[in-house]
């Protein structure tokens, strides 16, 4: 019996996984191969690891085209920058030596740039990158005399990069620009905005942007404007408008001339050159005609009326006759009346698809413009939610009866 037992255990022994000699060995082989490929995926990791920092002509992704600097290059690639971008926009600015990559990247650091921000303006501005370092310092002390901070200044930078890195022979033009919108008093603001989006005003001699200035401040004198208002009306006219000051100052003459033969008193034409943000100095004599010939004849008004169509709706007067024509027919396709549009002429300031979609969207809520008035349908699209708004609301709200008594708990 002791032997029988003696054997069992012999047998069993030799039958347990863990100390079986070829199930040990397997067992060995999988802690072998465990570590190995635990060492391949560390020397993986190291590798990839490794792969920034490797050589330029060794980055798939940035290999060079001919002729270009292999440092910026580099130096756009570290920063995010879409290189395929500029070179396809811009790769003449990848061929230009000296480039300053890193020091935009740095003043635009140092200014409280954001690293997104930075490749942003490089990708749609690489020029900036041949902007020479104190050049660039120049401009930073320039804009910051009008500029209130500079988390304001980058955001200007952001939205108008080659207002920003200018060439350096404009700087005494710049300089004297805005010491002579200062001297006019001027908001600061206003001058930024001015330098922001019309650049060209301020690269030019001080004298032109001066001859401009005082012919828009002759005319709001003569047409009757009030010298207490004179600040303000030239703020409006210049934010609305930057690019007034790059007019001829002769345009602006003829074409009041024109207008006050036409019948405008002063007093309207004083509106008339308020309400179109300085575009009358973008029209002539021979385009007005036309237009108002055409919507004259179109409208079948007298001359009285035409003038106040205008008033009311100024663009009317720059409008090509093409525009006109094509927004009259859509208009007048939808069931609009002629006597409709000259009471609300300013829907003649819509593109007839603008037109066609709010008319639809007014009709899923019962409106039907043929027979409702179209101030509805004029103005920006924030004007038309809000009276969208309010066409929904009041169909929406119950009716209040006053001889109903009242629900109370009880």
């Known amino acids: 019996m002791s032997r029988t037992r003696t054997d069992s255990r012999r047998r069993n022994r030799f039958h347990n996984k863990t100390s079986h000699p070829l199930t040990a060995a397997k067992g060995d082989q999988h802690r072998d191969l465990a570590s190995m490929l635990r060492l391949i995926a560390t020397s993986l990791c190291l590798r990839c690891q490794r792969v920034t920092a490797l050589p330029l002509n060794l980055r798939p992704c940035v290999t060079l085209s001919s002729g270009e600097n292999q440092q910026t290059v580099e130096a756009l690639y570290d920063l995010s920058v879409d290189i395929q971008k500029v070179r396809k926009l811009k790769g003449w600015v990848l061929h230009q030596s000296p480039a300053y990559t890193k020091e935009v990247a740095d003043l635009l650091k140092d200014m409280g740039a954001s690293g997104p921000i930075i490749s942003r303006i490089l990708a749609v501005y690489p020029e900036a990158v041949l902007c020479q370092p104190e050049q660039m310092q120049a401009q930073r002390e320039l804009w910051m005399t009008v500029c209130p901070n500079q988390k304001e200044l980058v955001g200007i930078i952001e939205k108008f990069p080659a207002s920003f890195f200018i060439s350096s022979s404009h700087h005494d033009s710049q300089r004297n620009n805005i010491a002579y919108f200062q001297s006019l008093n001027l908001n600061k603001r206003i001058i930024t905005k001015l330098m922001a989006s019309a650049p060209q005003s301020f690269s030019r001699p001080v004298e032109q942007n001066k001859v401009m200035v005082h012919t828009l401040q002759q005319a709001y004198r003569e047409l009757g404007g009030e010298?207490?208002?004179?600040?303000?009306?030239?703020?409006?006219?210049?934010?609305?408008?930057?690019?007034?000051?790059?007019?001829?100052?002769?345009?602006?003459?003829?074409?009041?001339?024109?207008?006050?033969?036409?019948?405008?008193?002063?007093?309207?034409?004083?509106?008339?050159?308020?309400?179109?943000?300085?575009?009358?100095?973008?029209?002539?004599?021979?385009?007005?005609?036309?237009?108002?010939?055409?919507?004259?004849?179109?409208?079948?008004?007298?001359?009285?009326?035409?003038?106040?169509?205008?008033?009311?709706?100024?663009?009317?007067?720059?409008?090509?006759?093409?525009?006109?024509?094509?927004?009259?027919?859509?208009?007048?396709?939808?069931?609009?009346?002629?006597?409709?549009?000259?009471?609300?002429?300013?829907?003649?300031?819509?593109?007839?698809?603008?037109?066609?979609?709010?008319?639809?969207?007014?009709?899923?809520?019962?409106?039907?413009?043929?027979?409702?008035?179209?101030?509805?349908?004029?103005?920006?699209?924030?004007?038309?939610?809000?009276?969208?708004?309010?066409?929904?609301?009041?169909?929406?709200?119950?009716?209040?009866?006053?001889?109903?008594?009242?629900?109370?708990?009880?």
């Open 227 to 410: 010298e207490a208002n004179m600040k303000i009306w030239l703020q409006k006219l210049l934010s609305q408008n930057p690019f007034v000051l790059l007019k001829p100052p002769e345009v602006l003459r003829q074409n009041l001339l024109f207008l006050r033969d036409r019948g405008f008193t002063t007093a309207e034409l004083l509106r008339l050159l308020s309400k179109l943000r300085g575009f009358v100095t973008e029209l002539n004599p021979n385009s007005m005609r036309r237009t108002l010939a055409y919507s004259q004849d179109t409208m079948g008004c007298s001359e009285s009326e035409l003038r106040d169509i205008v008033l009311n709706c100024p663009a009317l007067l720059y409008y090509p006759e093409a525009i006109l024509a094509e927004r009259f027919e859509g208009l007048l396709r939808a069931g609009v009346s002629m006597s409709q549009i000259m009471e609300t002429p300013t829907v003649l300031e819509l593109t007839t698809q603008i037109v066609n979609y709010r008319i639809q969207r007014l009709k899923m809520h019962g409106y039907d413009v043929r027979t409702g008035s179209l101030e509805v349908l004029s103005g920006t699209k924030k004007d038309f939610e809000m009276s969208y708004g309010k066409l929904q609301l009041r169909r929406e709200r119950p009716l209040f009866n006053p001889v109903a008594p009242l629900k109370v708990d009880d």
